[in-house]
């Protein structure tokens, strides 16, 4: 059977394995998904309150960030060469994936055992392959099992699975940390991403010769551009990191950091411009207006995001000193309405076929509770008005994890979709991680009393940088 792609620009006639294979493995295969996000999810929503926990524990209050920024350093080399290796064999998605999540497990094991910060942090680097595996091969899948219509649907569901991730993860996770352990919460974690890569490893797959017809023209990976850009990220993200602690700012050792970061940066541009669809960022992509709208407005939500989804438990565990559990409420509560929101979200991208409406309400939510938050933030706030801010903060989360999953799938060209999503996901790591790294150094050097509000307006001023590029999105028949 042949099916007609309708997906992108081509009329060309081509078959779709995967459009074509058994339900029951479809739904292994978006069920699987559904495990690995929702394990994912719980992951990041614990994190900021696990590391200053184990901090107290085991020493490292002044780097524990680093668990979470280098992290992105590795997943902004991961994404394009899942991509790239995705869209020149799309067959190749389904194994990819179960070795991204295999990988996470392992992480997330290694983390309980941790005996010191730094074993937190250098096994950590390597959990970007569970963001490249699930954020660019998960979606992936998902639109190439069904249409448009079903793949808006679907794809809005998995912003379900992250406020079920969301809601569970800071509720059990404080409770197991005041009751035992964090070592514990990384224990009960790592099997989400185990049973969630077996389970599409066994689900919808398809021959490299089934698959050829789907298949983009990409020539060689590139590598040099992939060591250019971990040069940059890596030093930029560290000197920042530790510029308030073990390297100060102004010294032998950030100075070179700053220096390296630069001459990666250069280096990065240079590749880019030499090799153009060819380069690990690839200027033919970034040359679609959507995908390069998409991928600034995701950096810019991402970086916003970070002062209240990583800082803010922090905030409410050293300054106002209220246990993990009551911490961990702050992100509970900002994921209670994506619980329904995010499916309705996609579902309205998906029939409007466009993500811009969607997006460009959620930008405008995350200035509000931003500046809600800038305005009632203090050492005796009222920690009840903060629970009523974050609850009205996940009408922008859902939208978040709606917009950027459904909206690429959908508003990309078919010959460029693996390689742009990768893109965009790219800019999401790239916004985690310089967010985190830049209001890291806001809060050490002004103090995290003093360097919260600076942090909030910050997150302000990226929430409207992500509503001007929101505002660029058009259609794909445009």
Aim: charged share 10%; glycine share 12%; proline share 4%.
């Amino acid at each position: 059977m042949e099916s007609k792609d309708t997906q992108g620009t081509s009329t060309q006639v081509i078959r779709n394995p995967f459009l074509e294979a058994p339900a029951s493995k479809k739904t292994m295969t978006v069920v699987g998904i559904y495990i690995a996000v929702v394990g994912s999810i719980i992951q990041s929503a614990t994190l900021s309150t696990l590391l200053p926990v184990a901090g107290r524990e085991i020493g490292g209050l002044d780097y524990y960030s680093l668990a979470s920024t280098l992290s992105g350093i590795i997943s902004v080399v991961v994404m394009p060469l899942w991509g790239y290796l995705g869209a020149k064999n799309p067959a190749i998605k389904r194994p990819l994936f179960t070795v991204s999540l295999l990988i996470g497990a392992a992480v997330l094991f290694a983390r309980a055992l941790a005996p010191s910060m730094m074993a937190v942090v250098v096994p950590s680097t390597l959990y970007g392959f569970v963001s490249a595996g699930i954020f660019v091969l998960g979606y992936s899948m998902i639109r190439d099992m069904f249409d448009m219509k079903k793949a808006g649907m679907y794809l809005g569901i998995c912003g379900t699975m992250m406020s079920i991730g969301m809601l569970a993860g800071p509720v059990l996770g404080g409770i197991i940390m005041d009751a035992a352990s964090w070592r514990w919460v990384c224990h009960m974690i790592w099997p989400f991403m185990l049973i969630g890569g077996l389970l599409v490893f066994f689900g919808a797959k398809a021959t490299t010769e089934e698959a050829a017809g789907m298949a983009s023209g990409v020539g060689k990976f590139d590598v040099s551009g992939s060591v250019a850009i971990i040069v940059f990220l890596g030093s930029l993200i560290t000197a920042l990191s530790l510029g308030t602690s073990f390297l100060p700012f102004g010294t032998m050792g950030s100075n070179a950091l700053f220096a390296l970061a630069a001459v990666g940066l250069v280096a990065s541009v240079l590749v880019i411009r030499k090799k153009q669809g060819g380069a690990i960022i690839p200027a033919t992509a970034l040359k679609n207006r959507n995908t390069l709208s998409f991928a600034i407005a995701n950096f810019f939500c991402m970086f916003s995001n970070m002062a209240v989804f990583f800082f803010l438990p922090m905030y409410v565990i050293t300054v106002m000193q209220l246990p993990a559990t009551e911490a961990g409420l702050t992100t509970t509560l900002y994921s209670v309405a994506g619980l329904f929101l995010s499916p309705l979200f996609g579902k309205m991208i998906g029939k409007a076929g466009n993500a811009r409406g969607v997006l460009s309400f959620g930008c405008i939510m995350r200035i509000v509770v931003a500046g809600a938050l800038l305005l009632v933030m203090a050492p005796d706030a009222n920690i009840f008005v903060i629970y009523i801010i974050m609850l009205v903060a996940g009408c922008y989360n859902s939208v978040q994890s709606s917009a950027f999953s459904a909206g690429p799938q959908i508003q990309l060209p078919e010959d460029i979709r693996v390689q742009g999503n990768s893109i965009i996901q790219v800019g999401q790591n790239l916004g985690g991680a310089i967010g985190t790294a830049i209001y890291t150094v806001i809060l050490g050097s002004m103090g995290i009393v003093g360097g919260m509000p600076i942090a909030l307006a910050v997150s302000v001023a990226a929430a409207a940088g992500a509503l001007v590029f929101a505002l660029r999105l058009r259609k794909l028949e445009d």
